[in-house]
């Protein structure tokens, strides 16, 4: 009996370890230290640092039951809600990118910690690209539907997805703090970083 546990448990050692490493290299630990400058591109990175900052924390330790989670009023899961703040953070990437977001192709099946780190890591892409750049208007939003190709301007990206995305992160902190699960007490989005 002792070999075969042995290589049960060092599985799950091993997967455990794993998870933890991941969540270690997560984007917005903490928020990114402030630039040293205000630009138009520099202001709207710190609002996604701000958004990524919120979005990992309102993830973390999340679990299947907290993702089945409703409201009770025809409302979004949890994990349909990330969903949506995944599809957001797709609209804030390619704007920054100076691309078009393409509705009519179809996206990859993800799990959730996919899901998370992509989100994640399309912030964080987003706000490095945004620092960069002196001119929004180089930074339009352009969706391609099945009807057509539109284009918005940058406005409608601080107004659309970028503060659509911080609603629903705080959509998710009360819908779980609801299921019962709520988030790390430490986390402090004033100071971008957890308290001691």
């Known amino acids: 009996m ?5 290589p049960v448990f060092f599985y799950i050692f091993l997967s455990l370890n794993a998870q933890e490493a991941m ?21 709207v990175s710190r ?16 679990t299947g039951e907290d993702l089945t989670y ?12 990330l969903n949506h703040i995944h599809g957001l953070s797709l609209v804030i990437v390619r704007s920054a990118e100076k691309k078009s977001r393409d509705f009519t192709t179809e996206q990859a099946e993800m799990t959730l910690q996919e899901k998370r780190l992509a989100t994640l890591q399309n912030f964080e ?19 391609i539907r099945e009807k057509g190709t539109f284009d918005f301007p940058f406005w409608n990206n601080i107004n659309g997805p970028i ?18 699960n709520p988030i790390n007490p430490k986390v402090n989005v004033f100071l971008g970083k957890l308290n001691d």
């Open 2 to 6: 002792k070999l075969v546990l042995t």
């Open 47 to 62: 609002m996604i640092d701000g958004l990524g900052f919120r979005y990992r924390w309102a993830t973390e330790d999340l």
């Open 163 to 180: 503060e659509d995305a911080i609603w629903h992160a705080g959509q998710v902190v009360v819908l779980r703090r609801s299921a019962g």
């Open 70 to 81: 409703e409201p009770g009023n025809e409302g979004r899961t949890i994990a349909g809600i």
């Open 23 to 43: 969540q270690n290299e997560l984007p917005y630990t903490s928020i990114p230290e402030a630039p040293d400058t205000y630009t138009p591109g520099t202001v």
């Open 125 to 143: 892409r987003a706000s490095q690209l945004f620092k960069e750049t002196t001119d929004l208007n180089e930074h339009p939003v352009i969706f």
